[in-house]
């Protein structure tokens, strides 16, 4: 079993950048597949980006790409989200997640493992 803790969130104006970290903890000698999800009020969880064990495949969402970056250093066992040119609409709950032998899957129930979420607040 792997325990994931989720940080970084907070506020920030419109066009402004933050760095989620997801370190993982416990059983880390597996190799996890990670994935970004986020839930805003009122709305549905939805995927945002993942990333495979290896990090040679990357898979974002159409309204994050070119703004979010996804990347992973397995000797830390942590994954870093940078969101740049961050947007109110961009404003939810953030949790990452993870499993094994997913590859870098946008379906939410293909993770077993999830942290508890960070909150991002973005302002116009």
């Known amino acids: 079993q792997v325990q994931l803790v989720e940080s970084g969130g907070g506020l920030v104006q419109a066009g402004g950048s933050l760095r989620l970290s997801c370190a993982a903890s416990?059983?880390?000698?597996?190799?996890?597949?990670m994935v970004w999800f986020r839930q805003a009020p009122g709305k549905e969880r939805e995927f945002v980006a993942a990333?495979?064990?290896?990090?040679?495949?990357?898979a974002y969402a159409d309204s994050v790409k070119g703004r979010f970056v996804l990347s992973r250093d397995n000797a830390k066992n942590t994954v870093w989200l940078q969101m740049n040119s961050l947007k109110p609409e961009d404003t939810a709950v953030y949790y990452c997640?993870?499993?094994?032998?997913?590859?870098?899957?946008?379906?939410?129930?293909?993770?077993?493992?999830w942290g508890q979420g960070t909150q991002v607040t973005v302002s116009s």
């Open positions: 997640a993870a499993d094994t032998g997913v590859g870098a899957t946008r379906r939410s129930d293909a993770y077993t493992w």
């Open positions: 416990g059983r880390t000698d597996s190799r996890y597949d």
């Open positions: 990333i495979t064990w290896s990090g040679s495949s990357t």
